[in-house]
């Protein structure tokens, strides 16, 4: 994997592994037990690293923060004791299912030969390098011993450091994860509650039963998998494959810009948010840069996930635990994508958005418990703004920058705030031909 980006880049950070161990909850639970999955965590079985950054602090030097981390992990594994334990395959039901066994979450120390100073103006945005700050696995683990969650830190010459936490997407989407942080920093202090409780009750979003779907639901591949003893529920995941790796960056000017054309033609009580001109506009890149023998009249259709949490009767608790996310797809012409107005395609966006009703999630949940399937389209868009990890308070202080790390899935765009002057920037990977004309494509209708 290759950069074209313009941002200069570090695609090694000369880092040196010192530690691997597990890291067990403080005090071992007296009843075990197995937390049921909800139909969305069934399907979400892949990692999702992240790294946040801090600057140096005199009083919280790498090796103490490491062991102030490893004693708040510990700690937080109490609540969170699922992050501790292993996915386990009931065999009657076909179902995922997590064996809270105190197995532990995965620790890693390293190092790196170089400061946050030598990456410059790199250190605030993803690079490929950073992809050695959040190991997925431990290496002296078998593979099927691999821990559900694992934290690093990595220490710079400069005496700098970054946290770097890698989890399986099933047990925490952005916002369960964004309250774990906040969590594990609490119980980095001296005799500091939570602060937040955590809300395990993954029941919350279990399918009705006997199912109710009530909504076609196109956003979901049915695999047609059998169901019950003997099965196992898909993954949606996508092959690895030799992928160019570019950062697009839209400042404050270029929003402004893009929420003047969409508000040309949109209903007047659409919402215009920052996400939809930018996933509106990523979408259009996307659609043309990849298969060129589509026809004007085939539609194009873009993922993005919605966030339950206020959208559900009663609401979901802001640290519910599990993904209290569903997807929702849009779709357009490709002449429409090509020629039409692009205040349509921002309230196409906005139109499917709002029809993540109750009801509608409801049906989504028992239309996954009758199909087993997976989500479909052709490109999910998905959104860190508003996550606020850089706004965890830590005893060493709030990151100074965190972000998503590349990984292999050409199929997911990041839409994530840039540091640099508060406009967003977009995470893209896609083979090389492919990116040549995502870039082409960007800077074309960017400037129309």
């Not at 995922?96 to 103006?121: P, R, T, Y």
């Not at 298969?291 to 009663?314: A, C």
Request: net charge negative; with cysteine.
């Amino acid at each position: 994997m290759t950069s074209l980006s313009p941002i200069p880049s570090f695609d090694d950070l000369k880092i040196t592994f010192q530690e691997y161990s597990l890291v067990s909850p403080s005090h071992e639970k007296t009843q075990p037990k197995s937390i049921f999955l909800s139909n969305i965590d069934q399907i979400l079985d892949y990692n999702i690293p992240t790294a946040h950054f801090f600057k140096r602090n005199p009083d919280f030097p790498p090796q103490i923060v490491a062991e102030k981390l490893k004693i708040a992990l510990r700690r937080v594994l109490v609540p969170y004791d699922f992050m501790a334990g292993m996915l386990e395959l009931n065999p009657q039901t076909g179902r995922l299912e997590i064996d809270c066994n105190g197995a532990g979450a995965g620790f890693v120390v390293a190092s790196s030969e170089i400061s946050l100073d030598e990456m410059g103006d790199c250190l605030i945005h993803p690079n490929l390098g950073y992809r050695q700050l959040a190991v997925e696995k431990l290496e002296n683990l078998a593979h099927d011993d691999k821990p559900l969650c694992v934290f690093q830190i990595t220490s710079f010459k400069c005496g700098g450091f970054a946290i770097g936490m890698s989890t399986n997407h099933i047990i925490l989407d952005g916002m369960g994860a964004k309250a774990f942080m906040e969590n594990l920093a609490s119980q980095a202090f001296d005799d500091e509650p939570l602060a937040v409780v955590p809300c395990n009750n993954r029941r919350l979003l279990s399918a009705r039963s006997p199912p109710q779907v009530a909504f076609p639901h196109h956003e979901y591949l049915d695999l047609n998998l059998p169901t019950g003893e003997g099965s196992r529920p898909p993954v949606y995941d996508c092959n690895r494959e030799e992928l160019n790796f570019r950062i697009f960056k839209l400042n404050p000017t270029d929003i402004t810009n893009l929420k003047v054309k969409a508000k040309s033609a949109t209903n007047e009580n659409t919402k215009i948010s920052t996400f939809k001109v930018a996933a509106a506009l990523m979408w259009r890149c996307h659609a043309f840069s990849g298969d060129l023998g589509h026809k004007k009249d085939e539609y194009s259709t873009i993922l993005t996930s919605i966030n339950l949490r206020s959208r559900v009767n009663p609401q979901l608790p802001l640290s519910y635990s599990g993904n209290g996310v569903l997807p929702i797809g849009i779709s357009a012409t490709f002449d429409d994508l090509e020629k039409g107005p692009f205040s349509r395609l921002v309230e196409l966006i906005s139109n499917r958005i709002n029809d993540m009703t109750y009801e509608y999630a409801k049906s989504a949940f028992d239309w996954l418990e009758v199909h087993r399937g997976v989500p479909h389209g052709d490109y999910l868009i998905a959104s860190w703004l508003g996550l606020g990890f850089d706004q965890v308070e830590y005893p060493w202080g709030k990151p100074i920058y965190s972000c998503p790390i590349v990984n292999h899935r050409k199929d997911i765009c990041w839409i994530f705030r840039d540091a640099v002057d508060d406009g967003v920037a977009a995470m893209v990977a896609l083979p090389a031909e492919e990116m040549v004309r995502f870039e082409a494509l960007f800077y074309e209708f960017l400037g129309c």
